[in-house]
């Protein structure tokens, strides 16, 4: 997706349930959760030596931040303030392994795709009173992206355990990660 700030793009006030702007505030503390914990991991794995998979991890942890602000700027075109919450620790901050961090970011991923549900159950009732909002559109777009994201992860960490069964060396599989286009 494409990102920055789109100075072109004017406010048109729109009136936004409480409720839906709540849940919509939620999940932008969780997208940046996610950007910060993705950097810890890149953190690790830059430190151990694995350029290829901490360049993957720290490329994941942009794709975090512009989750977030697609949903910052959902409420902010509409005219809507928005809140932002103190950010969690990332826990943890260090793993046994590479496999162990990717393991990790794969039920990372699975947890948030529970999130975005629970922020559909939220805020799709407001739907059928507030068309005009398009939260049916923005719930679908970030369903969408988690599919894709447990999907590349997952990949991931398929590679270690194919690696294993045929002792190839971290280095290499570090090469493969490196070369990984994310998708978007
Ligand atoms: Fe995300
Ligand atoms: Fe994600």
């Given at each position: 997706?494409?990102?920055?700030?789109?100075?072109?793009?004017?406010?048109?006030?729109?009136?936004?349930?409480?409720?839906?702007?709540?849940?919509?505030?939620?999940?932008?503390?969780?997208?940046?959760?996610?950007?910060?914990?993705?950097?810890?991991?890149?953190?690790?794995?830059?430190?151990?030596?694995?350029?290829?998979?901490?360049?993957?991890?720290?490329?994941?942890?942009?794709?975090?931040?512009?989750?977030?602000?697609?949903?910052?700027?959902?409420?902010?075109?509409?005219?809507?303030?928005?809140?932002?919450?103190?950010?969690?620790?990332?826990?943890?901050?260090?793993?046994?392994?590479?496999?162990?961090?990717?393991?990790?970011?794969?039920?990372?991923?699975?947890?948030?795709?529970?999130?975005?549900?629970?922020m559909g159950e939220k805020i799709l009732p407001f739907d059928k009173d507030h068309?005009?909002?398009?939260?049916?559109?923005?719930?679908?777009?970030?369903?969408?992206?988690?599919?894709?994201?447990?999907?590349?992860?997952?990949?991931?960490?398929?590679?270690?355990?194919?690696?294993?069964?045929?002792?190839?060396?971290?280095?290499?599989?570090?090469?493969?990660?490196?070369?990984?286009?994310?998708?978007?």
């Open positions: 997706m494409g990102f920055g700030y789109k100075n072109k793009l004017h406010v048109q006030k729109q009136d936004i349930p409480p409720d839906v702007v709540k849940a919509v505030e939620f999940q932008i503390n969780k997208e940046i959760y996610s950007q910060y914990l993705y950097n810890s991991m890149g953190a690790y794995l830059q430190c151990s030596d694995l350029p290829g998979m901490a360049k993957w991890m720290f490329k994941q942890a942009r794709e975090e931040e512009e989750h977030a602000f697609k949903l910052i700027e959902w409420l902010t075109l509409k005219g809507q303030r928005v809140h932002l919450a103190q950010i969690d620790e990332p826990i943890p901050q260090w793993w046994d392994s590479p496999q162990a961090v990717f393991e990790n970011s794969l039920e990372h991923e699975k947890l948030v795709t529970s999130l975005i549900h629970s068309p005009e909002l398009g939260i049916q559109a923005l719930v679908q777009w970030f369903i969408d992206e988690q599919v894709e994201e447990e999907e590349s992860v997952g990949k991931i960490v398929q590679i270690f355990v194919d690696g294993k069964s045929s002792n190839r060396s971290m280095s290499d599989i570090d090469i493969e990660i490196g070369n990984i286009q994310h998708t978007c």
